[in-house]
């Protein structure tokens, strides 16, 4: 059995990182017009959040596509051969998406776009089509997610307003007018098993979940707070407990949109489990006997198998778990 980290992260579809970031290439100046009469590179449009998919696969096209007017962001080089040959250079291209058409003809717009941009691919998802992707595509998929995300909306300078320019291949934000320079962010949030004295699990309800869906408690870090804090003062405000010596199990980045969750499993000092009522509404406390009943009966529902917290409960359980009707 390899090491507990390993074992987490192993099973995490977007931890998968198939991408060498080349971060020293991104102040080259003359970057893009190397690129473009290298024969290595490619383009990666993205279009509403999702990417063209065909058989199975990231598209990839040999020649830039019209873009939504964000300049190009670099991705770097694939690092292992896939459907993407080792040594590929991605460039991500946001295309004109559903945002640039008015609603009432968004439906006609997308249909033209799609084959227009990528012929007999279509427009898809992270999370609906990343059962298919090999590492190095899904790898590229979950950084373009991200990235994007973070320029859609640093558009100006969060010091004075005044409109933001690219710079540093797409990593780098600067101020028009102060020169600021602003970086891409990422949200850490925390994401807990808490198990007691008997190795029970505890699960939560959720507000914003299904009605029978139960899964680890979780939450963002604060400004000014470590790791282990976050998880102590989570697991107090959503479930009133008192937990001790919080361990790191792994990490997988959420570009759903910005997120960064970091796994821990810590143990309660109680049993008492008290759900605050607002963000945690049931708490219940789980042998595994009593784990798998309840999920076979479909009294309760299991987080998705692309989440983390599916990852975590299945380390605390000691094996993958099953649930037919479960989701993503
Ligand atoms: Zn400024």
Do not use: K
């Amino acid at each position: 059995m390899g090491s507990i980290e390993a074992t987490v992260n192993a099973t995490l579809l977007l931890s998968r990182a198939g991408v060498d970031r080349r971060g020293e290439r991104r102040s080259d100046p003359d970057l893009f017009d190397r690129l473009a009469s290298s024969t290595t590179t490619r383009y990666l449009p993205l279009r509403d959040g999702q990417a063209p998919i065909r058989d199975g696969g990231l598209v990839l096209l040999d020649v830039a596509p019209a873009g939504d007017g964000t300049p190009p962001l670099y991705l770097g080089a694939t690092t292992a051969d896939g459907a993407v040959p080792a040594g590929t250079d991605v460039v991500l291209v946001p295309v004109p998406g559903s945002e640039s058409a008015g609603p009432a003809d968004a439906g006609v717009y997308q249909d033209d776009h799609a084959g227009a941009v990528v012929p007999g691919a279509q427009w898809r998802g992270l999370r609906d089509a990343v059962d298919d992707l090999d590492a190095v595509e899904a790898g590229l998929f979950v950084e373009s997610l991200a990235l994007h995300h973070w320029h859609r909306v640093h558009r100006h300078c969060p010091r004075c307003g005044a409109p933001t320019e690219v710079v540093e291949a797409g990593w780098v934000r600067r101020c028009t007018a102060d020169g600021s320079q602003h970086f891409p962010r990422t949200d850490p949030a925390i994401i807990c098993t808490v198990v007691d004295d008997d190795d029970r699990l505890l699960l939560g309800r959720s507000a914003q979940w299904p009605a029978n869906r139960f899964s680890t408690l979780a939450g963002f870090v604060e400004p000014g707070e470590s790791l282990e804090a976050a998880v102590v003062r989570e697991i107090g405000e959503e479930a009133g407990l008192v937990v001790d010596s919080p361990r790191y199990l792994g990490s997988q980045p959420w570009p759903f949109p910005c997120s960064l969750m970091l796994g821990f499993t810590a143990h309660a000092t109680g049993t008492r489990a008290v759900p605050d009522g607002i963000e945690i509404l049931d708490l219940r406390w789980f042998t595994r006997a009593e784990l798998v009943s309840a999920v076979g009966a479909g009294e309760i529902r299991l987080p998705g198998t692309l989440s983390i917290a599916r990852r975590l409960i299945e380390h605390w359980y000691g094996e993958p778990l099953t649930d037919p009707e479960g989701e993503r």
